[in-house]
């Protein structure tokens, strides 16, 4: 008859010594997370327009959002018979209305871009005025002017 050894004859008592790789491996993914958390990067609210209404809505096409990719802000200011002439990055406007609030929605995706107005020289200086006035109420810091080297 063939005698199964015991697992008790062999390991003499000593239960910490088995233990000991456990509890090293334990503390080494303890230290591990411990560190990974900290160095995790801190998501902020991406800013975003969405609709409050739900359902399959046909998608609004004459009024594009604003480009979201954009390094500077280029307002063209042109005199058109006797007439402002506005344009923002090269998306023509009506009236001074629009091109407060493209600047407005603009400034709310990048408050920091870098932004250009470009008179034409016969626009009377007054609405070149009421443009600045325009982007620094949307939020626009850094405004500059284009000048025509003629």
């Not at 000593?14 to 456990?22: F, G, L, V």
């Not at 998501?43 to 500077?72: I, R, V, W």
């Amino acid at each position: 008859m063939v005698r199964i050894p015991s697992r008790d004859a062999e390991s003499d008592g000593d239960i910490d010594s088995t233990m000991t790789p456990m509890i090293d491996v334990v503390f080494l993914l303890l230290i591990f997370f411990v560190w990974t958390a900290g160095t995790q990067i801190v998501e902020y609210m991406l800013p975003g327009q969405l609709s409050a209404e739900t359902g399959n809505l046909p998608a609004n096409l004459d009024n594009p959002p604003p480009e979201q990719d954009f390094d500077k802000v280029v307002i063209r200011l042109r005199w058109d018979g006797g007439l402002p002439d506005w344009s923002v990055n090269d998306q023509p406007l009506e009236t001074i209305e629009e091109v407060a609030t493209m600047l407005q929605s603009l400034a709310g995706i990048k408050p920091d871009a870098p932004l250009v107005i470009h008179p034409d020289s016969p626009v009377p200086l007054g609405y070149v005025i009421e443009l600045f006035d325009e982007s620094r109420l949307a939020g626009f810091s850094k405004v500059s002017f284009a000048v025509n080297q003629e």
